[in-house]
T-cell receptor
Framework: EAGVAQSPRYKIIEKRQSVAFWCNPI?????LYWYQQILGQGPKLLIQ????????DSQLPKDRFSAERLKGVDSTLKIQPAKLEDSAVYLC??????????????FGQGTRLTVV | AQTVTQSQPEMSVQEAETVTLSCTYD???????LFWYKQPPSRQMILVIR??????QNATENRFSVNFQKAAKSFSLKISDSQLGDAAMYFC????????????FGKGTKLSVIP
């Protein structure tokens, strides 16, 4: 079974530029998560999708971050314009379905973003 | 809101020895799950072990076991017969038994294994 795929692995941009990350979850997984992991900290949830609908985006800085999952499969996370404090690893994860109590989240390898 | 605290930023262990990583959490919920994830330099979070709060028996997965103390809100990870491949960041995580099932992570413990 293929895992969660993310691209690119690394990205360096200047502040005020825009950037987009892509995630393809495990086939059949209805729930998709984007986490932000700042150096020295644990991951923090940015947004959670159930199929193509948003379940929780309370911690997403909506003035600069946006995310979509149009067909309920892969997803993109965009930052525009980027700030220095956005430097972090962006992790995508997926799980089979909400409501299954015993499900675990499977993570991709993340995208390391450096804003200079 | 739930919080997860890992008080050991770094730990080291001799190869083949045993090490225990600490985690405490704060919640008012009675139904929840606790996890330990391993994050090697490749950055991919890998599930090590999971504990359901309603189960009194501590979870065990091969060389990995937990000491779950629900009343004390403590969830430590014991790694026995440590191997070089165990070197990584270890994150304790909490997930509610209801709601959005998102994970709340601690800040992590960096484990080094000394040959």
């Amino acid at each position: 079974e293929a895992g969660v795929a993310q691209s690119p692995r690394y990205k360096i941009i200047e502040k005020r530029q825009s950037v987009a990350f892509w995630c393809n979850p495990i086939s059949g997984h209805a729930t998709l998560y984007w986490y932000q992991q700042i150096l020295g900290q644990g991951p923090k949830l940015l947004i959670q999708f159930q199929n193509n609908g948003v379940v929780d985006d309370s911690q997403l800085p909506k003035d600069r971050f946006s995310a979509e999952r149009l067909k309920g499969v892969d997803s993109t996370l965009k930052i525009q314009p980027a700030k220095l404090e956005d430097s972090a690893v962006y992790l995508c994860a997926s799980s089979p379905r909400e409501g299954l109590m015993n499900t675990e989240a499977f993570f991709g390898q993340g995208t390391r973003l450096t804003v200079v | 809101a739930q919080t997860v605290t890992q008080s050991q930023p770094e730990m080291s262990v001799q190869e083949a020895e045993t090490v225990t990583l600490s985690c405490t959490y704060d919640t008012s919920e009675s139904d929840y799950y606790l996890f330990w994830y391993k994050q090697p330099p490749s950055r991919q979070m890998i599930l090590v072990i999971r504990q359901e709060a309603y189960k009194q028996q501590n979870a065990t997965e091969n060389r990995f076991s937990v000491n779950f103390q629900k009343a004390a809100k403590s969830f430590s990870l014991k790694i026995s017969d440590s191997q070089l491949g165990d070197a990584a960041m270890y994150f304790c995580a909490y997930r509610s038994g209801a709601g959005s099932y998102q994970l709340t992570f601690g800040k992590g413990t960096k484990l080094s294994v000394i040959p």
